[in-house]
């Protein structure tokens, strides 16, 4: 499974500007600076899904999704349309090229969140915290495709 790949950012005052995600198996170098992401080249957007009925989403670890401070998830899980764990990197680069529309990571490091947040701006998306606050620095992230998408999953991880 390529779910692994490596991360990137360069920040600037503390924030992430520029953001690659390099997918090794698959060829793929996905590159966002908060206002464009491209893959390859060309550039790419996130899908138009508008509630959660309607996406596919995705997290890396189902063992950390039971912990008691994601309870959330479950009903989360059980209203969108298609749930998976391709998470990781990988997750993320779904997400910024359309093919999945949420992915929730639980535990994150800085490191890791510094590249994905110009990807996933760059390609349209909304990235924060669990809480729906900053995404970087957070300790868990929540990716969406759109604003109406990521209410919703915010909304769910909260109850």
Do not use: K
């Not at 994601?70 to 779904?94: I, K, S, V």
């Not at 701006?121 to 924060?128: K, L, M, W």
């Amino acid at each position: 499974m390529p779910l692994f790949g490596t991360l990137i950012a360069l920040l600037h005052e503390g924030q992430p500007l520029l953001g690659c995600i390099h997918q090794p198996i698959l060829g793929q170098l996905l590159v966002g600076d908060n206002r464009l992401t491209t893959l390859n080249g060309g550039p790419v957007t996130t899908r138009a899904a508008r509630r959660i009925g309607e996406a596919t989403l995705l997290t890396s670890d189902p063992v950390m999704i039971a912990r008691p401070e994601n309870r959330g998830f479950a009903a989360l899980m059980a209203r969108a349309r298609l749930a998976r764990t391709w998470g990781d990197c990988y997750g993320h680069l779904l997400v910024a090229t359309g093919r999945a529309d949420v992915i929730f990571d639980p535990i994150m490091n800085l490191w890791d969140i510094a590249a994905l947040v110009p990807v996933i701006r760059g390609a349209g998306g909304v990235i924060t915290d669990r809480g729906g606050g900053p995404a970087y620095p957070a300790t868990s992230t929540v990716s969406a495709a759109n604003a109406d998408v990521h209410r919703q999953v915010i909304e769910a991880l909260s109850a």
